[in-house]
T-cell receptor, first 115, second 112 residues
Framework: KQEVTQIPAALSVPEGENLVLNCSFT??????LQWFRQDPGKGLTSLLL?????REQTSGRLNASLDKSSGRSTLYIAASQPGDSATYLC??????????????FGKGTHLIIQP | ETGVTQSPTHLIKTRGQQVTLRCSSQ?????VSWYQQALGQGPQFIFQ???????GRGNFPPRFSGLQFPNYSSELNVNALELDDSALYLC???????????FGPGTRLTVL
């Protein structure tokens, strides 16, 4: 059974810092990995999706890497801003693809950027 | 903005009651998945529908059931509500093939 762990559970940093969020998964047979953002009481916004054959994806100040063999992914946020404050969730899709097994999520990292 | 909407936004029920949650789809998204997110936890996969049939289910009992309609909208039905069913229920839509899933804003269910 796939398990996803996110470290740290919570993080508070001053505005402007670069930061790294970590995600690990136990079964390396994945189809893809996604990073989501969730604001309090809201739904999920997809930030980056990395296919199993890819090593990284970038969008603006965000960069996500994937090391499938070691079961790890990182989300790098450059020049953090107060608007980045949210919970960041990592999720993997099993290698059968198609979504029929559903995404397996970590518990998230609760990020606070201090002005 | 994904275009995925869910109703109602909030709902309060008592133990033993039944509830129906709804999700509307963007045209062209042919899969819909439902997730349960308890407070402080990541979402957990309930099931997925494709072409109006359930084609995958997580570790949830049969009292969680669903429907997908030809216009791509979807319902989640939960019978015999329990206190532990209190959670944020999220629907996610996408295309068969495992690409990006688009999540709705969720329905917050409270069971008293």
């Amino acid at each position: 059974k796939q398990e996803v762990t996110q470290i740290p559970a919570a993080l508070s940093v001053p505005e402007g810092e670069n930061l790294v969020l970590n995600c690990s998964f136990t079964d390396s047979a994945i189809y893809n990995l996604q990073w989501f953002r969730q604001d309090p009481g809201k739904g999920l916004t997809s930030l980056l999706l990395i296919q199993s054959s890819q090593r990284e994806q970038t969008s603006g100040r965000l960069n996500a890497s994937l090391d499938k063999s070691s079961g790890r992914s990182t989300l790098y946020i450059a020049a953090s801003q107060p608007g980045d404050s949210a919970t960041y969730l990592c999720a993997v899709l099993g290698s059968s693809g198609g979504g029929a097994d559903g995404l397996t999520f970590g518990k998230g990292t609760h990020l606070i950027i201090q002005p | 903005e994904t275009g995925v909407t869910q109703s109602p936004t909030h709902l309060i029920k008592t133990r033993g009651q039944q509830v129906t949650l709804r999700c509307s789809s963007q045209s062209g998204h042919n899969t819909v998945s439902w997730y349960q997110q308890a407070l402080g936890q990541g979402p957990q996969f309930i099931f997925q529908y494709y072409r109006e049939e359930e084609n995958g289910r997580g570790n949830f009992p049969p009292r969680f059931s669903g429907l997908q309609f030809p216009n791509y909208s979807s319902e989640l039905n939960v019978n015999a509500l329990e206190l532990d069913d209190s959670a944020l229920y999220l629907c996610a839509e996408g295309l068969a093939g495992g690409d990006t899933q688009y999540f709705g804003p969720g329905t917050r269910l409270t069971v008293l």
